[in-house]
């Protein structure tokens, strides 16, 4: 008899584990298969492709220069000008004339004080035709241009045109710019380098040392702005500015004409705003895109789930179409996503992934993710993590993780909801240590510093040691200025050619205004500017210090393949 209640109770032990196990086994099923879009899914999802539409409308344009350049009617006396060529850049024009020989062609507009001026060289070989792109005229201004002329049997000759613009556009106009100290004998501003405003909505706008506006796009761009290897920038900017989504990327120069047009499909789309209201505005590329040395594109996007801002898409440049897709929820511990609270919108946006870069040195991607107070660094080919930087403890990440946690020193500050993560250049010649720079808003969203969060943020430089996975603060700045330069969202670090860094505290005073700060390697103030932001979601994502235009860039209405 107690043989046979013995069976009993075993069997039905069994049931019950059974039972547990399949119910264990169908949650785990329902996380990974259900709720995880393939990557094929993916690509569909996204539906990046190719179009055609704003070269189409700036075709007869483009062929009304073509003609003046061939006909070579204008003189350097009486050259042919037009203000704001393709009609979406007011502070430039293009300049065509001819010369009896051949000859190199620079000019310069004139500055309204010392070291304001912006002078610029055509790149190219030397000739007989010359067509100059110009850029760094000031608004509503009767602006004075020198067109410096050096001919191959080495004479010169030079001639002053005068440019008239007009006003500033609303959104540009409003944002009231306040410039506290400009000590320009120390500021990184060469011949041609400006600040570009590189605003979450709106258009982006570039300024120069005492703050005036000289060069904007009349393109609303949403956070992306990334300059291309051939000159060409990358902006995120949508069909009209009353469209709802930003999905429309275009490869443009300063000057607006239109090279190439990424479209996407909205069935990625997301907004920042998290409440999901109809008049909201949503964006297809998050926050970020770099270019491949290759020159595809490598872009932060949604993946059309119920998670949102934690997938990489590479975007071929011959065809647009979607080559590679990285999902960081399968490359992270689904604890991670599984447990994050939703938003207000019913997106998971427990990653935030809010900058990218890719590292030339070793064929690797360099992350951060805000919501995880996470930095981390993968091998781009493999998609296998190198590192992993977080105020996690060690012990508590899967034991297949943990020989990839960097180790912090004593004195190294733990980031919390951080942005814009570059690799540096080489600085003491080991190769087993790399050194970074990010923009720390100090914000404990998971695994940040609670004893510091709120206090201060910072532009902060760390050396990682990869042979001993341990990383070190070895400079920053931003702690000494305190609570009044906190911002819990946004804001950029870039290091400068001079070693100087220049730091955006974006979303100061509530979003009310954006400070841009630049600082030598001794954390001495060199330049101190002030927007006022006069319009909802029209503050400094970043700050640039960019030359306008680089070396590579070269324009020619007679070359239909650029």
């Not at 000759?157 to 007009?166: A, E, L, P, Q, R």
Request: proline share 2%; glycine share 6%.
């Amino acid at each position: 008899m107690l043989r046979k209640k013995l069976s009993v109770m075993a069997l039905l032990l069994c049931s019950v584990f059974l039972l547990l196990s399949s119910c264990s086994n169908k949650e785990e099923q329902d996380t990974s298969s259900t709720k995880l879009r393939s990557t094929a899914q993916i690509k569909k999802n996204v539906g990046s492709k190719i179009v055609t539409t704003r070269q189409d409308v700036q075709k007869k344009t483009t062929e009304d220069y073509q003609q003046v350049v061939e006909e070579g009617d204008y003189s350097l006396d009486d050259p042919y000008v037009k203000v704001d060529p393709y009609g979406t850049s007011p502070l430039t024009a293009l300049a065509i004339f001819t010369t009896a020989q051949e000859a190199k062609v620079s000019y310069t507009v004139q500055g309204k004080s010392s070291d304001t001026s912006i002078t610029n060289t055509v790149n190219g070989d030397a000739t007989m035709t010359h067509q100059v792109p110009i850029v760094g005229l000031y608004a509503n201004k009767n602006n004075d241009v020198t067109l410096n002329i050096s001919y191959e049997d080495g004479t010169s000759d030079s001639k002053t045109i005068h440019i008239k613009t007009n006003k500033l556009s609303k959104y540009v106009k409003g944002a009231k710019i306040t410039v506290s100290k400009n000590d320009k004998s120390q500021m990184d501003i060469g011949d041609n380098k400006l600040t570009l405003i590189d605003r979450t909505t709106k258009e982006p706008f570039a300024i120069d040392a005492n703050g005036d506006v000289r060069w904007y796009t009349k393109n609303y761009s949403q956070h992306t702005f990334e300059e291309l290897s051939n000159g060409h920038i990358l902006i995120l900017t949508k069909k009209d500015i009353n469209s709802p989504a930003y999905n429309d990327l275009i490869e443009t120069d300063y000057l607006g004409r239109v090279y190439k047009e990424y479209n996407f499909k909205n069935k990625t789309k997301s907004s920042d705003s998290a409440n999901n209201g109809e008049n909201d505005e949503t964006t297809l590329i998050h926050h970020d895109i770099l270019e491949l040395p290759n020159h595809d594109l490598l872009a932060t996007v949604s993946d059309g789930s119920e998670y949102k801002e934690d997938v990489m898409v590479q975007i071929s440049h011959k065809t647009g179409k979607v080559v590679k897709v990285i999902d960081l929820k399968q490359l992270l511990p689904n604890s991670l996503y599984k447990h994050f609270k939703k938003g207000s919108d019913g997106k998971n946006d427990w990653f935030h992934q809010n900058s990218l870069e890719y590292d030339t040195n070793d064929d690797s991607i360099l992350i951060s993710g805000r919501n995880q107070d996470m930095i981390l660094k993968i091998d781009f080919a493999t998609n296998k993590i190198i590192w992993i930087y977080s105020g996690k403890k060690k012990s508590t990440w899967p034991k297949e993780y943990r020989d990839k946690i960097l180790t912090p020193t004593k004195g190294t500050s733990i980031t919390g909801g951080q942005h814009a993560l570059t690799r540096l250049s080489d600085q003491d010649g080991n190769p087993d240590s790399e050194d970074i720079l990010l923009y720390d808003n100090n914000q404990n969203v998971t695994n940040g510093d609670k004893d510091a969060s709120g206090k201060y943020s910072q532009a902060v430089q760390y050396h990682i040691n990869t042979k001993k996975m341990t990383i070190d603060e070895t400079w920053a700045y931003g702690k000494r200025i305190g609570k009044k330069n906190f911002t819990y969202i946004i804001g950029n670090a870039q290091r400068l050619s001079n070693d100087n860094t220049l730091i955006d505290f974006g979303f100061k005073n509530d979003g009310k205004e954006s400070n841009i700060i630049e600082v030598d390697k001794k954390g001495k103030e060199v330049f101190n500017v002030t927007v006022e932001n006069s319009a909802s979601k029209a503050y400094a994502y970043r700050a640039y210090r960019m030359s306008f235009y680089s070396d590579e860039y070269q324009f020619n209405v007679l070359d239909d393949s650029n």
